[in-house]
């Protein structure tokens, strides 16, 4: 018990998730805010710490011929990486339209002798992973560099880029996540890898919407809804997070089951003192101490065996820490074996990652305590499962299979990842490859009709409103289903509110089958803090139609089930006229004659929103599946002004700036205007005709190109 409370104790001064996290308060290694601070700044901080290299050097985590250039590369900083996210079909065409516009523009381009051309990360699948070996300090600065940095900026506004540091995208890799797995991310803020995991659930949405579910948790309150904002622009309705202590995660038995549930996949990237973030968080230098290992080595040996409680059999469990400290990693790693036996393994992934540059995990080290004095195992008061394991656990518990990545291997941090496999009995392996092979297929599944929920049935943050999920015949609804010919294939009784009526009244949000399995748990423990996405709000309703309208967010979820009563298409010329002109007559489309088939569809089409599919020729480029409104005299194409930034650039090479504003600011502005002269034209007691011809003027002049907005 006293162990325990120290760890949390000391979990709790180091702010949960420690240094390599961030903190709001700006007292941790990740923090940038620094109020009336004098000192001189991060970048020109001294990066030795005489303690860090006495321990480093005799845990031999590197050749002695190799530590002066280990050394050299924790004291430089940390070169800019991201990923292009894979969730979604147009992945490849972001590829390809930055290798295109950019690397290739970039080629042989330095900045005081340091390359900027970008290259690709040689493990990470597809070419989707990126790294430019210079600081993102340097790219912004660098006029050389602006093309390719509003470009990262606007991309990564809209989700189809994400920056995460190269070393951290490989646990989620390591977990080879498949559309159908139950998925448990057990301290997952602020949500990088979340994010890839997911992304890994949807690789197939192509094909079907994927069975599995991502369970993110995190013990941070607040973070957690950090973690909510990283993912939810991933717009998955399979992703649920939630709000626990993952020591003492609860067990989770759905309704109709005797079972309690558990995961395909587990990844246990465990709070940890954050050392081998040093290329970024400069405070490592200044702060390093082994006492934040050994007080942070029960916590991290608690949730992993936790996490192996869940796992199961033939399931795949990932433990990462960005530290290098062996009692962070193979002393957390061995105490588990020891404690499990021949119920679980470690995986050998040197054929996975082809590419990736690693070191194999320790089997000796030295433990030194908060007097920097080395410790022997039986005559130190530190816990036994901090030293080293014996000849015969070494033998058996064959840890040089973890895999540990330093930064002077591919330019990158330090992380320790270890892969973990619950052993499968033989006479199982054959059953749970038919299994896995069977959840592949195709199936639709009938939803039965979940009885009314007590409202009061979900412990919850006061401040959090309930899930309550809607009938299937609700009056709401069935306006809905009709008016935009969604199929019955639909889940149509997985809508739900957040509201503590029970009713429609703002918003009604969507999530996949099985993670209405978990909310409707009725003996709930899970504290819920995010589910689902908006599929439809309600809207003002003065000319009939259907009085909600569908959300961006969900449109992916429904373009599969959509009838043809509500979609109409268009070509490129007309869409790019559409993205910079705000409420155009509908008449004045016509009139334009760049796509009569458009116009001759949307005549008789009645009001509301409507899904507009754009074809693009190319093995390269996908189509444009967008939301366009039609009024009585005129349409609107539904794009934020982010995505329409992103749109113009991808598909018009129309380059955009922040300061841009968007279409329906320009239009209000031309609204005002013309009110404007109207009133000017009337007190100067002109004749009504006289005031219209001064509007019309007016509105020339500003579509010239004149005239004030």
Partial sequence: MLTRLCSTKLWKEMGKRNFRKGKKSGKGFGSREVKNDKRESWSDAPRENEKWETYYKAMNIVPEEEWDSFKSHCQQTLPMTFRITGSRSHAKEIRENFIQNHVARLQGVEFEGKALTPHELSYYPDGLGWQIDISKEIIRKNDKFAKTQRFLVIETEVGNISRQEAVSMIPPLLMDVRPHHAVLDMCAAPGSKTAQLVEALHAEDDKMPPKGFVLANDSDYKRSHMLVHQVKRLNSPNFLVVNHDAQLFPRVRFNGTTEYLKFDRILCDVPCSGDGTMRKNYNV???????????????????????????????????????????????????ALRKWGNQIKLVDCSNELPGLKRCQ?????????????????????????VFPPSAEEVEAFKLENCMRVYPHLQNTGGFFIAVIEKVLPESSKRQAEESEESAKKPKVEVQQQAPPQKKERLPRDAKEEPFIYLDINNEQLAKCWPFYDISEEFPRDCTLVRNATGEP????????????????????????????????????????????????????????????????????????????????????????????????????????????????????????????????YNVNLMVNKKDTHELLYRVFDIETSAK??????????????????????????????????????????????????
């Fill in 660 to 709: 841009d504003e968007g279409k329906e600011a320009l239009y209000q502005k031309k609204v005002e205007a013309e009110k404007e002269a109207r009133r000017n034209a009337e007190q100067a007691s002109e004749s009504p005709a006289d005031a219209e011809s001064a509007v019309t003027e007016l509105s020339e002049k500003q579509a010239n190109g004149e005239g004030s907005l």
């Fill in 285 to 335: 230098w200044k702060d390093f101490t082994v006492s934040n290992a050994l007080g942070l080595h029960s916590l991290q040996l608690n949730i992993l065996n936790r996490g192996l409680q869940l796992l199961k059999k033939g399931g795949r469990l990932v433990y990462s820490t960005c530290s290098l400290s062996p009692v962070e990693n193979e002393a957390v790693v061995s105490a």
């Fill in 361 to 385: 995990g320790l089997t000796d080290w030295k433990v030194f305590n908060k007097q920097m004095e080395i410790e022997e195992k039986g005559k130190s008061e530190l816990a036994e499962s």
């Fill in 505 to 632: 009244l703002r918003t009604i949000y969507y999530t996949a089958p099985i993670v209405k399995q978990f909310l409707t748990i009725e003996e709930q423990k899970l504290r819920v803090v995010h589910a689902g996405i908006k599929l439809f709000a309600a809207q003002r309703n003065d000319t009939g139609g259907c009085p909600w309208r569908v959300q961006n967010e969900s449109l992916q979820s429904l373009r599969p089930y959509l009838g043809p009563k509500r979609q109409v298409s268009c070509n490129l010329k007309l869409l790019e006229f559409l993205f910079q002109e705000a409420f155009p007559k509908i008449e004045s489309i016509k009139e334009l004659g760049i796509d009569p088939e458009f116009h001759s569809k949307l005549e008789g089409m009645e009001e509301g929103c409507l899904f507009l599919t754009v074809n693009r020729q190319g093995e390269n480029f996908e189509d444009l599946f967008l939301p366009l409104w039609k009024g009585r």
